[in-house]
């Protein structure tokens, strides 16, 4: 029998998408299933973004572009930093990519070879557990704890810290707990990190959807060449299937990020950059109004899941991600999932997808209607009342 490459067995996969293809399977056999699985806003991509991606098209932007991107993208992605953070960043330090995921693999297999240290959250994205263990990483991970609001405790980060660490990834607001790291510990991150000389890699795709004050990104805290800061259009600007996401690098790393596009994916797709320049420099209305439609659901969320026996939740800071704890259920993450999507209807994901600390709980993602945040948390609740 043929064998697959090793390093092709160590990879991962993302339970939000495993969870869609049983939903779509159950859906076919004439079930009506509530999806609070998939990560992704339930609004329209808005309609000054298509135009623009359209006139681009009917234009001939139909070729290939720059492998580090169009420079006009670039140069709004620049000008983004100076508007929200005012922090100067050179266009040519910014680099598109086709998606954010893409960005996560040519960041790792930029910089991480096999045995080299690094630091991960845990619970987190899948996709960077997924991609350290394909190139071999030596990972170690650093538990983000319901008790400091999902953040990490600044000390225990300290205690895994070593002079081989080579990477110490975050993400911010986060997947799946919706927390935001507080800024003193930021600071803390960036003194290590000056002091052991690791990069840093702040994943910051949620960075617009943030309910209860200012976010702090971490290139306003350390813009060096140990940061690198990913963002990207799908989840601000409705755009998932539009495929586009930045980086910004240090100069000196860009010709290695230029190699790596043009063997992975030879440039991000023409037209949609240009949809993608608009999302940046034209009207936000769209984002203000879709933060405050997530905000008013979070807070309905957050509300109905603690009125639940044996059930419990903080108040997520960011993200549209509700991280509910179910120990006191008695079931382990995966049980509670399984019994929920085939009895009941409703499809969540497990903690443990997420990672070994993500045990105990569920991610639900509220990037959908109030009436079916109704609907499924009362099914829900039904549930836990018959264990």
Request: net charge neutral.
């Amino acid at each position: 029998m043929l064998k697959m490459s090793e390093a092709v067995e160590r990879l991962g996969t993302e339970g939000a998408f495993e969870v869609l293809a049983k939903v779509k399977e159950l859906e076919a056999k004439g079930k009506k299933i509530i999806h609070f699985q998939i990560g992704e806003p339930d609004f329209d991509t808005p309609e000054n973004i298509k135009e623009a991606a359209y006139r681009a098209l009917k234009e001939g932007q139909t070729h290939y572009s720059h492998s580090l991107g169009i420079w006009e993208l670039r140069s709004s992605v620049a000008s983004y930093y100076k508007r929200h953070y005012d922090v100067n960043v050179d266009p040519e330090e910014v680099v598109i990519g086709v998606g954010g995921k893409s960005l996560i693999l040519i960041t790792i297999l930029a910089l991480i070879d096999k045995g080299d240290e690094v630091i991960c959250p845990n619970p987190s994205y899948p996709a960077y557990q997924s991609i350290l263990s394909y190139v071999g990483a030596n990972i170690k991970f650093l538990p983000l704890r319901e008790s400091k609001g999902f953040s990490f405790d600044i000390e225990e980060l300290k205690s895994l810290v070593s002079n081989k660490t080579k990477l110490v990834i975050i993400n911010n607001p986060q997947n799946p707990t919706g927390g935001i790291i507080p800024k003193e510990d930021l600071m803390e991150l960036a003194k290590l990190s000056e002091k052991y000389g690791f990069f840093v890699f702040s994943d910051e795709i949620y960075d617009r959807i943030v309910y209860d004050g200012k976010f702090d990104s971490y290139i306003e805290l350390a813009k060096n060449d140990r940061t690198i800061i990913l963002n990207g259009f799908s989840k601000t600007y409705a755009m998932t299937g539009w495929r586009l996401g930045w980086v910004i690098v240090p100069r000196f790393l860009v010709p290695v990020y230029q190699k790596l596009a043009i063997n992975v994916y030879s440039c991000p797709p023409t037209f949609p950059q240009y949809g993608a320049i608009e999302a940046l420099n034209g009207p936000q209305d769209s984002v203000d109004m879709m933060v405050k439609e997530f905000k008013k659901r979070r807070d309905f969320v957050f509300e109905k899941i603690n009125e639940i026996k044996n059930l419990s939740m903080v108040k997520p800071k960011g993200a549209f991600y509700a991280f509910v704890n179910i120990s006191k259920t008695g079931l382990s993450s995966k049980q509670f999932f399984e019994k929920l999507l085939y009895e009941y209807d409703v499809a969540v994901l497990s903690g443990s997808a997420f990672g070994k600390y993500g045990e105990g709980y569920i991610r639900i993602s509220y990037a959908t209607s109030m009436e079916n945040l109704s609907e499924g948390i009362g099914r829900i609740k039904k549930m836990v009342e018959s264990l």
